[in-house]
């Protein structure tokens, strides 16, 4: 219920952060902050940053990543934004812009200065996907290994908290046909714990 004191504090903070200009000066567009969360989501996805047509649409991972992310979930789009079920907290909530081989890296201020305040209202989240380069140095810290690719395939390490993934872009297509090990062993168990929690 929208009145529900259990509620509150979250939707309190989510207004905060929508309106957060913290970083406008270092942005190419007018901040407009994407993410999605409910006091009783089961799932966090922490990606990076919303690309250019999440950032239009005002929706995360409105594009081709988020098709191919939905894909590896097997999850139907009603159900991947279901925010009673699936929280969706990047490691920077504005679209960040463009560099010269893909988006910039998110801004560190939304970690920062965020994150500590809105996992802890998020108790319920049994599995957390950790999605590419910035959010595995975020939640995994020291547990990560030097590489991505070797993170994500030591991904039997961190479960049954967290799951490492690589980014779902399109531009990563010879990542996925240089690590076949990530389609048939990684993606199975993946939808299988989704599954299992939702």
């Not at 939707?11 to 905060?16: G, V």
């Not at 463009?98 to 201020?109: A, H, I, M, N, Q």
Request: charged share 20%.
């Amino acid at each position: 219920m929208p009145g529900d004191a259990s509620t509150a504090p979250l939707d309190t903070l989510l207004a905060s952060v929508r309106a957060c200009r913290l970083c406008a000066a270092h942005l190419p567009f007018e901040p407009r902050p994407l993410l999605r969360a409910g006091a009783s989501a089961r799932l966090l996805i922490a990606g990076q940053a919303p690309g250019a047509r999440a950032h239009e649409s005002g929706v995360p991972w409105n594009d081709a990543s988020g098709i191919r992310l939905r894909q590896w979930l097997g999850l139907e789009r009603e159900v991947f934004y279901d925010d009673s079920r699936i929280a969706i907290v990047p490691m920077g909530f504005c679209f960040p812009g463009k560099g010269e081989s893909g988006d910039l890296p998110p801004r560190p201020e939304c970690a920062q200065t965020w994150h500590p305040h809105l996992l802890p209202l998020l108790p319920r989240v049994g599995l957390t996907l950790v999605i590419g380069h910035y959010a595995q140095v975020f939640f995994l810290r020291q547990r990560r290994k030097t590489t991505l690719t070797d993170t994500v395939r030591a991904w039997r390490d961190y479960l049954p908290h967290a799951l490492p993934l690589p980014h779902p872009s399109p531009r990563n297509q010879l990542w996925f046909k240089m690590n076949p090990w990530f389609e048939a062993e990684l993606v199975p168990e993946l939808r299988q714990q989704v599954a299992a929690l939702l």
